[in-house]
């Protein structure tokens, strides 16, 4: 079993930044897969962002390309997102996923996940 659990969440206005936190615990995250989705009200969860297990991969949604950038620290058993340029629709809970498939899109694809945690950006 994995727990995750994200932190960094929060208010920002249009044109900010943000850096949310995933940490693990349970198993050593390095054996796993791991991205971001994030879920607007009223909409379907959404792929954000993925990472390989040596962080040397990485995929992004059109949406957050150029403005997020996820990472992870293996030895700190965390994966981070860098959120920059936020715009208004960028709001929504924002989930971090572990699963045994690299760069995977779509959510039966992680078998773990966070409570996820809320960001709101103000126009």
């Known amino acids: 079993q994995v727990q995750l659990v994200e932190s960094g969440g929060g208010l920002v206005q249009a044109g900010g930044s943000l850096r949310l936190s995933c940490a693990a615990s349970g198993r050593t995250l390095s054996n796993y897969a791991m991205a971001w989705f994030r879920q607007a009200p009223g909409k379907e969860r959404e792929f954000a962002a993925a990472i390989g297990r040596s962080a040397l991969n990485r995929r992004y949604a059109d949406s957050v390309k150029g403005r997020f950038t996820i990472s992870r620290d293996n030895a700190k058993n965390t994966v981070y997102l860098q959120m920059n340029s936020l715009k208004p629709e960028d709001t929504a809970v924002y989930y971090c996923?572990?699963?045994?498939?690299?760069?995977?899109?779509?959510?039966?694809?992680?078998?773990?996940w966070g409570q996820g945690t809320q960001v709101t950006v103000s126009s």
């Open positions: 996923a572990a699963g045994m498939k690299p760069l995977g899109i779509g959510v039966r694809e992680y078998e773990y």
